[in-house]
Nanobody, 115 residues
Framework: QVPLVESGGGLVQAGGSLRLSCAAS????????MRWYRQAPGNERELVAT???????NYADSAKGRFTISRDNAINTVYLQMNSLKPEDTAVYYC?????????WGQGTQVTVAS
């Protein structure tokens, strides 16, 4: 397990924006895919966005056109820029990274979108 520290969650009005960050610490030889998941109360955890080491991205339909995932390999950090937020985006957001040692998860950060 690689320690991951998330930040950037909070309360925002519908239509607003938030930027989540997730930094991996310690010695890491190489990070493969980096992902953001979210889990709303009563729902299963769902994959929101993925970015490969080479920068290729993939999004859930609910995130396309509004969210942008990016990464900085020099500092082992992944970001999720969320624009045009909707109340249904309210959830705990978790980052996930894959290395040769397996998958590691962040502690989660709450995003609440008020209508």
């Amino acid at each position: 397990q690689v320690p991951l520290v998330e930040s950037g969650g909070g309360l925002v009005q519908a239509g607003g924006s938030l930027r989540l960050s997730c930094a991996a610490s310690g010695f890491i030889f190489s990070i493969n895919d980096m992902r953001w998941y979210r889990q709303a109360p009563g729902n299963e955890r769902e994959l929101v966005a993925t970015i490969t080491r080479g920068g290729r991205t993939n999004y859930a339909d609910s995130a396309k056109g509004r969210f942008t995932i990016s990464r900085d390999n020099a500092i082992n950090t992944v970001y999720l820029q969320m624009n045009s937020l909707k109340p249904e985006d309210t959830a705990v957001y978790y980052c996930n990274i894959n290395t040769c040692a397996g998958d590691s998860w962040g502690q989660g950060t709450q995003v609440t979108v008020a209508s």
